[in-house]
Structure formats: structure tokens, C-alpha cells
């Protein structure tokens, strides 16, 4: 029986063993259900899936590709039902079309992949007996959001002329939103969602801020800019700027318009987390997902209202457009001690203090040399010029409900130390660095709209019999291994969830629970693994389940419709797709107690 394994409260399951089977593998004691995979018809008229017989239309009506970030919202009026938002952050054409030629894609399948990208609100329904939940297709909250849907542009930077292109003489209207990655649920009742990887959609790139971004300088993978010239940056040197947001939408109203809100900066946002400040004005914590970029944070300079009136609603559509923009750096105590091996520090801890570096407050910059435009629009290049800490890959950010400790996710750094790249630092303590790390952030006075703020390493991830790894001080014998922490969430109990993306042990990525607290602190358990070639996003952890987006099944070099790397979930002869999984106790009864 699960609930007599040891362990926090919360986290007592039997862990899952390190392995590479081609499924979902839960604890012992605990069922799972697929609550909703790519393609399933969402909206009135969307016809079923079937691989064959794919069409834009048709997408565009459909659960979208590669599930990333969860966000499950109350629905009280409705019994037993809640509100699903998942985001969908890019397609794998090889693993969509049978036969696909990827120097000549047709148009159809490039409408489709449009129409695979994006957002997708569904309500769901669970069953009274158990965790499992099921999709309750043509709802009226239901919801498509694609790579061509309207966006409201907001914020200081709204109206900018680097926002300007061809098609919006306004700077503040774009089409489309791409790469989602994770995000965040806001106390308001809406969800924040980080365009990532907005890089690899645009061609021809040539400005210094293209290069800083990623943005190449040849024809891009998918084409795009042959079928729509905004993708083509010799065309439209603008339209990539227009990417690179936190998006926000707010799912109650099917009708809204989503917003990309300027005022929290452009760069490639991994995810957006929100909290409160004693006095009621939200801080968003955000990471920019590269090796050696930074992590930030937003403080409003307004407070929330609370209650579901309409002046509430309409005064929170604009937190997150008034206030300020800092990014981190962060400075070790011990650094006579740090060689790029992992040793831990003589005084036992990776620790020190940080300070967030104001970068620009509405209309005002504090970056010499910038407008407050620049500041927004070219976020990357106002945090080089003020020294801001290069960290290995900032993913996912989560402030624990109990402590208000925030913890981050950096997921590795293999060019750490090599030649012409910043070497080992007390946060980022290991060169060649395959693993990643979890760092925990006490804001001064436990005020998140402070300039100053405590951290140590939580985690160092590897090998726990590789002397140069740390489980927050816990018997390394005793914990499941992990490698690449990428998604964090809390539990109800005050325990760290944590998935990974690109585990370098061997095993395929999963999902993992650890206390925070006391003296269980850092005892990680492993709670799932996931097919092959997948990673494992947007946990959320419920009292009854847990629910997890399985992205990228099969995605492994060389994979194709033909010649699948996964046959997961439908098993042989049928096409790999990414779902959403619903994981619960087969007796009814709560996660891990
Ligand atoms: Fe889309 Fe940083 O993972
Ligand atoms: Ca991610
Ligand atoms: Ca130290
Ligand atoms: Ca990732």
C-alpha cells in the first residue's frame, strides 16, 4: 500500500526506479489516465483526429502539439469540473506528417503547425471515485489560441516604433503567439505563459539585437518565410520583437483578448511566476532560458483587487503594466573555494547574498545608455551593460506557499568553463555543467518588492555517489538521482515538485517530489517517468492527483511518422502524441499521505 511507504507527508510513495520503458511509469498503488492528447476535438465542429486526414482547419479546432505548461483553474458553479490551460510550445513536423519533406513543406502542413501552436483552454470533468479527468469537449470556456490568433501588445513599450511592422502601423497589435513554454496562475484568475525559443521562427536575422537573440542569419527549419514574409526579418526587421513576452490570458472570458505585456520584459521567458506582496501588488519571477543569460523579476506598482466584479477584473488586466523590471545578480561567499569542480565550499554551503538591479520603471530607464524602450524591447542587452549574474539556464521559478522562499530551476550549462565562456561561480559552481542545479532565494524581510535577497543551492544535480552533487545535506544514499531540473510546482504539504528535461543519467525524464523543510529536507523521490524521448512539463500537484504534460514523445534523431522512436499512448501501429496525464491513488485517496 503506497500510503505506509515512508517518507514527508505528501511524498509517501514507494519512488519509481530509474528506467526506459516506453510509457508512464507511476508508484506502486497509484492508476493513471490520459486526459487529453494532441489533436482530440476541443470546439464545436472540430472533427476527431486522424493522422491521415490532418487539416489547418481542422487543428485549429484541436487539442494542440507539444503540451508544456498546466494551469488548472476552479470552476465552482460547475460539479466536479475545473478549467485546463495548456500551452503548446512548437511542432515536430517529422513526427506529425507521414512523409514529411522538411525542405518542402507544403502549406497545409505549415498552416497546421500554426494551428498547433499556442494555447488551449478545456474544461474538464473528474470523476467522483478517483483522480481521473476527462475533457468536456465544446464547452463554452473552451478555447484555441494559435500562431495567428489576435494579441494586444501592452505596456510601456506598447505603440513603440520597434514594434511597428508593415502590417500594424499601431505597435500594438501582433498575431500570434509561439514557442510557449511554462508560466504561471495568477491570484487574479488569469495564466501568464513565456514565449521561449521565438528565435527559430524568423529568417534572415542581421541587427547585433538579432544575433543577441538568436535570431539566424540563414533560412530557418520549418519555412515559414516562405508562406507568411513576417517570418522573414530582411522583410519585417520588427515582427520579431513582437515575440519574446509573457503572455496573459484570461480564461474565464472566451472573448478576451490575450496580451503580451511589455512591461515584463523580452527575452526568452521560460516561465512566470507570481506572488503577492504584503500589501496586495503582484512580483512576477522570470527566467531567461540560455546558457549564461539571467533571471528577473517584476514588481507592480499597483495592488490587486480583490472579488470577480467587473471594475475588479478590468483594474487587474493592468498589474502587470505598471511597475518595475530588475534582473539578479547574485554574489557567493565563498569564492576562494569555487574551481568549477562541484566541491562543496569550506563553510558547507554554495551560499551568498544577491541584489536585484533596477532596469527600468515605466517609462524611465535606469540603464545608461537605453531608452526605457530599449530597456523592454532589448531586455537581454540592458542586463549585460549592468553586470547582472550569467546563470546556466534559468527555467522555471516557484516561491513555496509556506516559506515564501522562491526556488529556480537551472537546468545545465555544458559551456561553462570552455574556452571564451565564463567560468565556474558560487552559484553556478560546476564547469561543463550536464546536470543543473536548484537554487532557493529568501528575499530580505521575506519582501518579494525588496532590492536585496539571501540564496544557497538546494540542489546539485547528478550522480548522488558523484562527490560533486548536493541534496540540501540529505544521506545521498537515500534519494532518487536527478538530472536537469526544469518545472517546479508546490504541493498543499509545502513540498518541492520538480520534472526534468534532458536527464543525462541514463533514464528517461520524470517527475520528483522533495520536503523543503525540516528533516526530510532534500530526501527527492522520484514519482514518475515518462516515454521515450520526452520530457516532463507542467506539473501540477492537486490533493487527489497529479497531472503532468508529457512533451515531445519520440522526439529522438532520426524519428519520423515511418520510423517511431515511441508508440506511445496508443500503443504500436499508431501515431506518437503528446498528452496530458492524470496521475492518481487507484484507492481514492490523497497524493503521498
Ligand atoms: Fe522550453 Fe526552457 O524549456
Ligand atoms: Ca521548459
Ligand atoms: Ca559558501
Ligand atoms: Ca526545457
Not at 26 to 36: F, K, L, R
Not at 204 to 215: A, C, L, V
Not at 459 to 477: I, M, R, S
Request: glycine residues 10%; aromatic residues 8%.
Amino acid at each position: 500500500r503506497p500510503g505506509k511507504a515512508d517518507g514527508a507527508r505528501g511524498l509517501r510513495f514507494t519512488p519509481v526506479a530509474p528506467n526506459t520503458d516506453d510509457k508512464v511509469t507511476v508508484p506502486e498503488g497509484y492508476a493513471q489516465n490520459v486526459v487529453i492528447r494532441w489533436g482530440e476535438p476541443i470546439l464545436r465542429g472540430a472533427p476527431a483526429f486522424h493522422p491521415d486526414r490532418q487539416s489547418a482547419r481542422a487543428q485549429a479546432g484541436q487539442f494542440g502539439y507539444n503540451n508544456d505548461f498546466l494551469s488548472l483553474l476552479p470552476l465552482p458553479r460547475e460539479w466536479r469540473r475545473q478549467v485546463l490551460v495548456a500551452n503548446h510550445e512548437y511542432t515536430d513536423e517529422q513526427l506529425m506528417f507521414k512523409g514529411y519533406d522538411s525542405e518542402n513543406p507544403t502549406r497545409e502542413q505549415v498552416e497546421i503547425a500554426w494551428a498547433a501552436h499556442g494555447l488551449s483552454v478545456v474544461v474538464v470533468q473528474e470523476e467522483w471515485r478517483n483522480g481521473k479527468l476527462t475533457p468536456v469537449t465544446r464547452h463554452h470556456l473552451n478555447r484555441r489560441i494559435t500562431a495567428t490568433s489576435e494579441f494586444e501588445l501592452t505596456g510601456p513599450a506598447a505603440g513603440s516604433d520597434l514594434l511597428k511592422t508593415s502590417a500594424d502601423r499601431s505597435g500594438r497589435k501582433v498575431l500570434g503567439t509561439l514557442n510557449n513554454c511554462a508560466g504561471g496562475t495568477t491570484p487574479w484568475g488569469t495564466i501568464l505563459s513565456g514565449e521561449e525559443n521565438f528565435n527559430q521562427y524568423f529568417a534572415h536575422g542581421s541587427s547585433p539585437t538579432d544575433k543577441r537573440y538568436g535570431i539566424g542569419s540563414g533560412a530557418t527549419e520549418r519555412k515559414w518565410e516562405r508562406f507568411d514574409k513576417r517570418f522573414d526579418a530582411a522583410q519585417e526587421p520588427n515582427e520579431p520583437h513582437r515575440f519574446g513576452w509573457v503572455v496573459e490570458l484570461d480564461p474565464y472570458d472566451p472573448h478576451s483578448t490575450p496580451r503580451k505585456r511589455t512591461a515584463l520584459g523580452r527575452f526568452k521567458h521560460e516561465a512566470a511566476q507570481p506572488r503577492l506582496t504584503a500589501d496586495g501588488r503582484p512580483v512576477v519571477y522570470m527566467g531567461d532560458d540560455e546558457r549564461f543569460d539571467y533571471f528577473y523579476k517584476f514588481v507592480s506598482s499597483k495592488r490587486m483587487k480583490r472579488g470577480n466584479s467587473r471594475h475588479a477584473r478590468e483594474h487587474n488586466a493592468t498589474l502587470l503594466d505598471e511597475g518595475t523590471l530588475y534582473v539578479a545578480k547574485l554574489t557567493g561567499d565563498s569564492p576562494q573555494d569555487i574551481d568549477g569542480s562541484g566541491k562543496l565550499p569550506s563553510d558547507g554551503e554554495f551560499d551568498g547574498s544577491g541584489v536585484w538591479i533596477p532596469l527600468a520603471t515605466g517609462d524611465t530607464s535606469h540603464v545608461p545608455g537605453m531608452t526605457a524602450e530599449e530597456v523592454y524591447v532589448f531586455t537581454r542587452l540592458a542586463a549585460d551593460k549592468v553586470g547582472a549574474t550569467k546563470m546556466d539556464r534559468p527555467e522555471d521559478v516557484e516561491p513555496s506557499p509556506r516559506t515564501g522562499r522562491v526556488y529556480v530551476a537551472l537546468t545545465n550549462n555544458t559551456n561553462r568553463g570552455k574556452d571564451g565562456h565564463p567560468a565556474a561561480d558560487e552559484a553556478n559552481p560546476r564547469n561543463l555543467n550536464k546536470h543543473g542545479q536548484v537554487l532557493e532565494l529568501a528575499e530580505h524581510w521575506d519582501d518579494p518588492s525588496g532590492d536585496g535577497f539571501a540564496w544557497r543551492l538546494f540542489l546539485v544535480a547528478g550522480d548522488p555517489e558523484d562527490p560533486a552533487t548536493y541534496y540540501a545535506g540529505f544521506p545521498k544514499e537515500k534519494v532518487s538521482p536527478i538530472s536537469c531540473p526544469d518545472n517546479v510546482a508546490f504541493d498543499d504539504h509545502g513540498n518541492l515538485w520538480i520534472s526534468t528535461d534532458g536527464n543525462k543519467l541514463g533514464s528517461h525524464d520524470g517527475l520528483f517530489g522533495v520536503a523543503t523543510r525540516g528533516e526530510r529536507r532534500g530526501e527527492i523521490k522520484q514519482f514518475l517517468t515518462v516515454p521515450a524521448g520526452a520530457e516532463t512539463c507542467g506539473p501540477i500537484i492537486q490533493d487527489r492527483r497529479v497531472l503532468v504534460a508529457v512533451q515531445h514523445p519520440g522526439e529522438v534523431d532520426g524519428a519520423s511518422v515511418e520510423n517511431p522512436a515511441s508508440v506511445w499512448p496508443d500503443g504500436p501501429g499508431r501515431i506518437v502524441r503528446p498528452s496530458v496525464v492524470a496521475v492518481y491513488r487507484k484507492d481514492g485517496r490523497d497524493i503521498g499521505v
